[in-house]
């Protein structure tokens, strides 16, 4: 029985982790708002396992050292999982703030050549920002 509370113990506490670094990552402005609510939604299922017995019945049935081999597994493919989810959210913000900054070198690029060619030559739109 003290096996079993201790798992779900481990269990909940390996949610509030994912729950609590995603929503950390989020405030530090490292990762997107929808990547953090999906992690938030995970970790909150992962406590969701733990804490409620009907989805935590299956502990009763393995050994400990099965347990908490699955545990250390699991954990590493969560931690994983969110270091690429980080890795992507990283390449998401980047991309936007270059689309930004082609957008506002061609703003004025296009005011360059206004004032060079007296408002007469029109440029054609780039669909790099479109």
């Given amino acids: 029985m003290g096996i079993t509370i201790f798992m779900r113990c ?3 506490g390996v949610g509030l982790i994912l729950a609590g670094i995603s929503v950390w990552y989020y405030a530090k402005k490292k990762m997107t708002s929808d ?4 992690w938030c939604l995970l970790g909150a299922a992962v406590m ?3 804490v409620i017995p009907a989805f935590s019945q299956w502990l009763g049935f393995i050994s400990f050292g ?4 699955l545990l250390c597994v699991g954990t590493a493919v969560l ?3 969110f270091r ?3 890795m992507i959210s990283r390449l998401v913000i980047q991309n936007q703030e ?3 900054t082609v ?4 703003a004025e690029r296009r005011e360059e050549g206004e004032e060079s060619a007296g408002g007469s030559q029109d440029y054609e739109e780039s669909v790099v920002c479109h």
């Fill in 98 to 100: 270059l689309a930004m």
């Fill in 48 to 50: 969701a396992v733990g």
């Fill in 35 to 38: 990547m953090a609510a999906t």
């Fill in 79 to 81: 931690l994983g999982a």
């Fill in 84 to 86: 690429i989810c980080l």
């Fill in 10 to 12: 481990a269990i909940v």
């Fill in 103 to 106: 957008s506002l070198l061609l």
């Fill in 66 to 69: 099965t347990g908490v081999a």
